[in-house]
């Protein structure tokens, strides 16, 4: 099945969305004798000691969220092995580690991640670079190392993958994203390949704020021939998966052109569980949305738009122009502070937010990120149920006009807990955030890949959200939904969108552990 037969992911996206039917449907229970490992373990490789001393960002944490990288990628940047450590590390790294009773052993991520299961992997590609030589690594959170496996220059493979994409072209390193499906699987069945991209972003949304605060180049690249990453990588394609690329770094002069024959490779990994289950639905779309050949990607690409592809409709309802807070106000903190106290909160207050809040948060979220799509397909609506100046009530996002326009007034504290699956975190939050898009533009103009990048976009919106919150003091949790439920809620005005990410945010009511 092709990329342009939009069919695969209809069929996907149809099949996987929750309602209160198929929720009282399932049969599905954890079985926890074969819950999978949180790490991919080359246990035959060396590991390549990081260095765990990291200076500290040099700008202050908001300003880091908000800023576009892609204004900085003329700037001829190699980042050394410090810097990509602290990449690393704040994207996909550990930054919490604690002992229950019994001796069990929880570790902490840098980004939020569905049910704590962290199916998202990161390789590094690289020429020579100040403390790290040149060849093709992953990079292991358990001991925060990289563990080469390919010796050498492949960037040129990259740049024929991706059909000459100039950052791809002109940078010293390119991180590339996978998801392991089992790991995520385990719990949520089919419905893991949202997750792929929902975590895939959170991470993101991590590592471009790390960038900016570091004054590293760094774009999104999601065009790409995906046999050709994937082998490079050496993966399991019936397993794990690339999901997404990044260009870090500048350099003038452009990679060499790749080997004539790169040789397989098939590294032995550590089992993940004593068995595991396939959902072959997942494999299905992402086969459907593959791209076969550079030829293939160059056309995918001419098919982006130059602005925003899609632009919410006028309002035509009661306007509350926003004011984001004062960024001497806001937080001082790094990006790096932030991020090291990061938790998904368990209860809210019933506290009100400052109206100054509310807008710095969206404000966050329409600064999107440097990619070679730039489809903006995302647009954002709410519940607000304690913002100071707002009533309580439905409200859509207009970033163009800087206000928030009010749909429908009323008390829907009870409508916002059950939306998210009858939970009380929605419920008792000060503004609950829906991601949503036209999926059917994206899709035609995309292809199936469109499903990747709608998912993608709103995950990293909703990563900034996440990070916005936890500068200016409040609390954040990613939650899942009735999907048409949503839809429902939100129409007239959202009729036929989809809601791709959720993301509750209030005063947490205690400090709980992190998830």
Same mark, same amino acid.
Request: glycine share 8%.
């Given at each position: 099945?092709?990329?342009?037969?939009?069919?695969?992911?209809?069929?996907?996206?149809? #099949?996987?969305?929750?309602?209160?039917?198929?929720?009282?449907?399932?049969?599905?229970?954890?079985?926890?004798?074969?819950?999978?490992?949180?790490?991919?373990?080359?246990?035959?490789?060396?590991?390549?000691?990081?260095?765990?001393?990291?200076?500290?960002?040099?700008?202050?944490? +908001?300003?880091?969220?908000?800023?576009?990288?892609?204004?900085?990628? @003329?700037?001829?940047?190699?980042?050394?092995?410090?810097? +990509?450590?602290?990449? +690393?590390?704040?994207?996909?790294?550990?930054?919490?580690?604690?002992?229950?009773?019994?001796?069990?052993?929880?570790?902490?991520?840098?980004?939020?991640?569905?049910?704590?299961?962290?199916?998202?992997?990161?390789?590094?590609?690289?020429?020579?670079?100040?403390?790290?030589?040149?060849?093709?690594?992953?990079?292991?959170?358990?001991?925060?190392?990289?563990?080469? +496996?390919?010796?050498?220059?492949?960037?040129?493979?990259?740049?024929?993958?991706?059909?000459?994409?100039?950052?791809?072209?002109?940078?010293?390193?390119?991180?590339?994203?996978?998801?392991?499906?089992?790991?995520?699987?385990?719990?949520?069945?089919?419905?893991?390949?949202?997750?792929?991209?929902?975590?895939?972003?959170?991470?993101?949304?991590?590592?471009?704020?790390?960038?900016?605060?570091?004054?590293?180049?760094?774009?999104?690249?999601?065009?790409?021939? $995906?046999?050709?990453?994937? #082998?490079?990588?050496? =993966?399991?394609?019936?397993?794990?998966?690339?999901?997404?690329?990044?260009?870090?770094?500048?350099?003038?002069?452009?990679?060499?052109?790749?080997?004539?024959?790169?040789?397989?490779?098939?590294?032995?990994?550590?089992?993940?569980?004593?068995?595991?289950?396939?959902?072959?639905?997942?494999?299905?779309?992402?086969?459907?949305?593959?791209?076969?050949?550079?030829?293939?990607?160059?056309?995918?690409?001419?098919?982006?738009?130059?602005?925003?592809?899609?632009?919410?409709?006028?309002?035509?309802?009661?306007?509350?122009?926003?004011?984001?807070?004062?960024?001497?106000?806001?937080?001082?903190?790094?990006?790096?502070?932030?991020?090291?106290?990061?938790?998904?909160?368990?209860?809210?207050?019933? @506290?009100? =937010?400052?109206?100054?809040?509310?807008?710095?948060?969206?404000?966050?979220?329409?600064?999107?990120? $440097?990619? $070679?799509?730039?489809?903006?397909?995302?647009?954002?609506?709410?519940?607000?149920?304690?913002?100071?100046?707002?009533?309580?009530?439905?409200?859509?996002?207009?970033?163009?006009? @800087?206000?928030?326009?009010?749909?429908?007034?009323?008390?829907?504290?009870?409508?916002?807990?059950?939306?998210?699956?009858?939970?009380?975190?929605?419920?008792?939050?000060?503004?609950?955030?829906?991601?949503?898009?036209?999926?059917?533009?994206?899709?035609?103009?995309?292809?199936?890949?469109?499903?990747?990048?709608?998912?993608?976009?709103?995950?990293?919106?909703?990563?900034?959200?996440?990070?916005?919150?936890?500068?200016?003091?409040?609390?954040?949790?990613?939650?899942?939904?009735?999907?048409? $439920?949503?839809?429902?809620?939100?129409?007239?005005?959202?009729?036929?969108?989809?809601?791709?990410?959720?993301?509750?945010?209030?005063?947490?009511?205690?400090?709980?552990?992190?998830?």
């Amino acid at each position: 099945m092709s990329n342009g037969d939009i069919e695969a992911a209809w069929t996907y996206h149809n #099949s996987t969305k929750h309602s209160v039917a198929s929720i009282r449907a399932t049969r599905h229970s954890l079985d926890w004798e074969i819950k999978p490992q949180p790490f991919k373990v080359y246990p035959d490789l060396e590991p390549l000691a990081l260095p765990r001393e990291l200076p500290p960002a040099r700008v202050a944490a +908001l300003t880091a969220i908000a800023q576009e990288t892609g204004a900085t990628r @003329e700037t001829d940047v190699v980042p050394d092995l410090v810097s +990509l450590s602290r990449l +690393l590390h704040f994207s996909a790294g550990i930054i919490q580690r604690k002992v229950y009773p019994g001796g069990e052993e929880m570790y902490f991520r840098a980004a939020a991640c569905t049910g704590a299961l962290y199916h998202i992997d990161v390789y590094v590609i690289c020429g020579d670079l100040p403390g790290l030589s040149a060849g093709v690594y992953h990079f292991g959170p358990h001991n925060f190392a990289l563990h080469e +496996l390919r010796t050498g220059d492949y960037r040129g493979s990259i740049v024929q993958a991706t059909a000459s994409e100039p950052a791809i072209q002109h940078a010293p390193a390119i991180l590339a994203c996978t998801s392991t499906y089992w790991r995520n699987s385990w719990k949520y069945q089919a419905r893991a390949y949202r997750h792929c991209f929902w975590d895939c972003g959170t991470i993101l949304a991590n590592l471009f704020a790390v960038a900016a605060a570091d004054g590293v180049p760094a774009r999104l690249v999601c065009g790409f021939v $995906d046999g050709a990453i994937n #082998s490079l990588l050496g =993966l399991d394609t019936a397993r794990e998966a690339t999901l997404a690329l990044v260009a870090l770094g500048r350099v003038p002069q452009a990679a060499s052109p790749p080997p004539p024959e790169i040789p397989a490779i098939s590294h032995r990994t550590l089992p993940l569980s004593p068995r595991e289950v396939d959902y072959p639905a997942i494999r299905q779309v992402h086969a459907a949305s593959s791209l076969l050949a550079p030829e293939e990607v160059q056309a995918w690409r001419a098919a982006r738009p130059s602005h925003r592809a899609v632009v919410t409709a006028p309002p035509s309802g009661r306007l509350f122009p926003l004011r984001p807070v004062e960024k001497d106000a806001s937080s001082s903190d790094s990006i790096d502070n932030v991020i090291r106290r990061r938790g998904s909160s368990r209860r809210f207050s019933l @506290e009100t =937010l400052q109206l100054g809040q509310l807008a710095t948060l969206l404000e966050r979220t329409a600064c999107g990120v $440097d990619s $070679d799509f730039a489809s903006w397909f995302k647009e954002v609506y709410l519940i607000v149920q304690a913002v100071e100046g707002l009533p309580t009530g439905s409200y859509v996002y207009h970033p163009e006009d @800087e206000a928030v326009e009010l749909l429908k007034e009323g008390d829907f504290r009870r409508q916002a807990g059950f939306l998210g699956l009858g939970q009380d975190l929605p419920a008792e939050a000060a503004v609950n955030f829906y991601f949503m898009c036209d999926l059917a533009a994206a899709l035609t103009r995309f292809g199936n890949r469109g499903y990747r990048l709608a998912q993608l976009e709103a995950a990293i919106g909703g990563g900034k959200v996440y990070l916005a919150a936890y500068a200016l003091g409040l609390g954040a949790t990613g939650l899942t939904f009735f999907d048409d $439920d949503v839809t429902e809620f939100f129409s007239p005005h959202a009729a036929g969108k989809s809601v791709m990410f959720l993301v509750a945010v209030g005063h947490p009511r205690r400090t709980l552990p992190l998830a």
